[in-house]
């Protein structure tokens, strides 16, 4: 599939709503084993986005994955700022050369990689992005397999972020920045309508 200006635009208008809709459950979420403001955080972060993407209209999907890197990395605090940031700039970079989007989900993963140090079971948003990066190219992405995905990090044992502190006591939570993640992944199904 390509990513267009259109689908994107649309995908972070779908993520802002459910990151607003949500904002109270992540906050929850994060205070159980972080500091308790990622969906705050995150709603600071998104309403950037939609505000810049609305006012810069930007030209094309580089400049569009440029613009939401940006705003991600200068408002949201936390880990969660700079990785998701990293996302979409290593998407953004990519784009100059193709639009598949599978192929800038890869570089986005690799990025979050590459800036957090998290690999899959460290309970993180990897956990989530590798399993649905791999079911997008493989088969057709269901909201029940993103479900299921975030819900398994609730066994995981946190190694990365501010929940690592907690050891095993870690487990038997949600880790937020999953959950965000998979709101994240079911926008883009919405979108994709």
Do not use: C
């Given at each position: 599939?390509?990513l267009?200006?259109?689908l ?42 939609i ?5 810069k209209?930007?030209?094309d ?9 940006m705003?991600?990395?200068s ?78 990090t ?7 972020g ?31 309508g």
């Amino acid at each position: 599939m390509e990513l267009t200006i259109k689908l994107f635009e649309e995908w972070m208008q779908n993520f802002s709503h459910k990151i607003h809709d949500n904002k109270q459950y992540l906050n929850d979420l994060d205070d159980a084993i972080g500091d308790g403001d990622h969906g705050s955080n995150m709603v600071r972060g998104m309403d950037a986005v939609i505000e810049n993407l609305n006012t810069k209209n930007p030209g094309d999907i580089t400049d569009a994955l440029k613009l939401t890197a940006m705003s991600l990395i200068s408002k949201v605090g936390g880990a969660s700022g700079p990785l998701y940031g990293t996302a979409f700039l290593e998407m953004a970079k990519k784009s100059t050369q193709t639009t598949d989007l599978n192929q800038l989900l890869d570089v986005a993963l690799q990025g979050i990689i590459k800036r957090g140090g998290a690999e899959i079971g460290d309970k993180t948003l990897v956990d989530v992005w590798t399993v649905i990066i791999d079911k997008l190219k493989t088969s057709k992405l269901t909201l029940e397999d993103i479900e299921e995905t975030v819900e398994k990090t609730k066994d995981l044992v946190a190694h990365k972020g501010r929940a690592s502190y907690l050891g095993e006591r870690s487990k038997g939570h949600l880790d937020p920045g999953a959950v965000s993640s998979g709101y994240l992944f079911d926008s883009l199904l919405e979108a994709e309508g």
